[in-house]
């Protein structure tokens, strides 16, 4: 197989991707952010429970997408679920320098999210692997109640 | 695996005016299914483009000197070449545009902008492009006329039982696509116009992806208006023709003012050619009418009828191999569509199957592809389309079977 296809596609975004993780509602949601990429049409909804101290105490989406949107929610659920507000904003910045700067190190505290490193030689695909952090971004932003954010701002 | 093209032309050979086609796309030959997005270009069409540039460029309609003469002489002879192309009464029918998308928005903003009213309604298809939907949206929030849509069967057909009960007094326009760029569905123009007349209804084709793969002749359609771009039928980017019937051109209000759009101008107020150049303000694309011109030469010497059914034989050929691979549903109609094949894969997303078939050099379009309000009405968020050409050949659609095995192997 060819190099950059194994390399975007390795094979935990791909398990990720058919067996998402953290996928389902959750009852109990702070708030609820519908993320939309109007140029594919893939979807993510994204529902946060906060802790006292306003850190993501639970974390869950629904949806659908191709395999890098799918994969990364699922990978990005794991991840944040317990994260202060801080560390969450650090991992988001963290993580779209991890897909769009091409000579950057990844760094270790992004952990398994490392693999999604690949998507930084698919300039398109970028998109894709940002819409579920676009999603979390605007929950901590909201704080309570529903809103929608957009890869495409109108 | 199929059956020879029983035309006469030499397929192969043609393939070779098209430098193009030679580049690699990571480290493999080049497979070219995007040609509903854009075609390629043979060397006669970059020939013109490069000739009118280097003998012939100056302004058209206002220098006295030679070039300006050649520049002009060139232009319009482009336009007559156009109205012969598509069986045109008259060049002063042909306007030049930027493409289809802006032909639409003339007639949506000059002709609509002087006779919609509100409670008029304008017919559409659940089918049509954005570029077919949006203006007429617009339209009707300025005016407050209503939109009203033909429904679409689920073999990707019109549902044209609909129309006696769409079709009523206050349809004003019935416009609507001749190829679906999405489904190929190949709609029945004559047959949709007439119904249209019946009612007093005026009619609007969007030929964007039928221009350069049937034959067409707006006579025999009848219809009232005809939107096209060149580059989807071998012509440079940035030119496209809006037809119009003479008489309702020239009961149209100009829709951009400016230069060699006017009779005289005044202080407070000018008075306007007629058509076409009423609706064609500045300095136009000279060199990419020229190219257009250039592209239908190219056309019509190989023969549309030749390339509908070489483009057939393909998409045919494309859609039957298609159903070999697990889990995959095409779009469409099963007996007669234009040159495009529109798919999902229950293993792969179409943008992930895109990205994959890339990788092969396989150049294939994943997503809604301008059809929004279709891709909801057929419960996808977006397909994966390979559309044709007849520079494609039956290797090529063997070699993306193979691509898309792969990627089912791949993905599973």
């Known amino acids: ?154 | 695996m199929h059956k020879v093209a029983a035309s006469t032309v030499d397929w192969k050979a043609l393939r070779e005016d098209f430098p193009i086609l030679r580049e690699q796309a990571h480290g493999h030959q080049l497979i070219y299914f995007d040609s509903a997005a854009t075609s390629q270009k043979p060397r006669a069409v970059l020939d013109a483009l490069r000739n009118f540039y280097e003998h012939e460029n100056a302004n058209v309609h206002r220098g006295l000197h030679t070039l300006s003469s050649r520049a002009t002489e060139a232009y319009e002879k482009a336009r007559q070449r156009v109205a012969a192309y598509i069986g045109a009464p008259s060049a002063e029918e042909i306007i030049f545009t930027r493409g289809t998308t802006e032909s639409i928005n003339l007639v949506a903003q000059a002709w609509g902008g002087r006779f919609i009213r509100e409670g008029d309604v304008i017919l559409l298809t659940v089918m049509e492009h954005h570029s077919n939907l949006v203006p007429w949206q617009l339209l009707a929030e300025r005016t407050g006329a209503r939109l009203r849509f033909v429904p679409v069967r689920d073999d990707g057909t019109l549902e044209l039982e609909q129309l006696p009960t769409l079709l009523t007094p206050e349809v004003k326009l019935f416009a609507f696509t001749h190829v679906s760029n999405s489904l190929g569905t190949i709609n029945p123009v004559a047959e949709l116009c007439e119904k249209a007349h019946a009612v007093g209804a005026l009619t609007l084709v969007d030929a964007a992806q039928s221009i350069g793969h049937l034959p067409l002749d707006v006579r025999e359609l009848d219809c009232d208006f005809l939107a096209f771009s060149g580059h989807k039928m071998c012509g440079p980017t940035g030119i496209g023709v809006l037809y119009g019937r003479a008489e309702i051109l020239n009961s149209m209000p100009p829709w951009h003012g400016g230069g060699e759009m006017i009779v005289s101008v005044a202080l407070d107020k000018s008075t306007f050619k007629k058509t076409p150049h009423r609706f064609e303000a500045g300095t136009p694309n000279i060199a990419g009418a020229i190219g257009l011109a250039a592209a239908i030469d190219y056309i019509e010497e190989i023969g549309r009828a030749a390339i509908f059914e070489h483009d057939s034989q393909l998409a045919r050929y494309a859609t039957e191999r298609l159903t070999e691979l697990p889990g995959t549903r095409v779009f469409g109609p099963k007996e007669e569509r234009g040159a495009l094949v529109g798919f999902v894969m229950d293993s792969a997303h179409p943008h992930d199957l895109t990205t994959f078939a890339d990788q092969f050099g396989l150049a294939m379009r994943g997503g809604h592809h301008c059809n929004q309000p279709l891709m909801r009405r057929l419960g996808v968020s977006g397909t994966t389309r390979a559309s044709f050409y007849f520079y494609n050949t039956m290797e090529e659609i063997d070699r993306m079977i193979e691509i898309l095995h792969a990627a089912v192997h791949f993905f599973k």
């Open chain 1, 1 to 154: 197989m060819i190099p950059e296809i194994e390399e975007l596609y390795q094979e935990v975004i791909l398990d990720h991707s058919r067996r998402p993780r953290n996928f389902g509602e959750l009852a109990d949601a702070a708030v609820r952010v519908h993320g939309d990429n109007p140029a594919c049409g893939d979807e993510i909804h994204l529902a946060v429970r906060f802790d006292a101290d306003g850190g993501l105490e639970n974390i869950k989406f629904t949806g659908r997408g191709c395999a890098i949107s799918q994969a990364s929610a699922s990978l990005m659920t794991m991840k944040l679920k317990g994260k202060s507000r801080a560390e969450v904003t650090e991992m988001l910045r963290a993580f779209h320098d991890l897909v769009t700067n091409e000579t950057s190190e990844a760094p270790k505290s992004l952990g398994d999210l490392r693999v999604m490193q690949g998507v930084r030689k698919f300039p398109q695909r970028v998109k894709c692997a940002m819409l579920p952090w676009r999603a979390v971004e605007q929950a901590l932003e909201q704080g309570a109640g529903e809103a929608t954010v957009s890869t495409e701002p109108a």
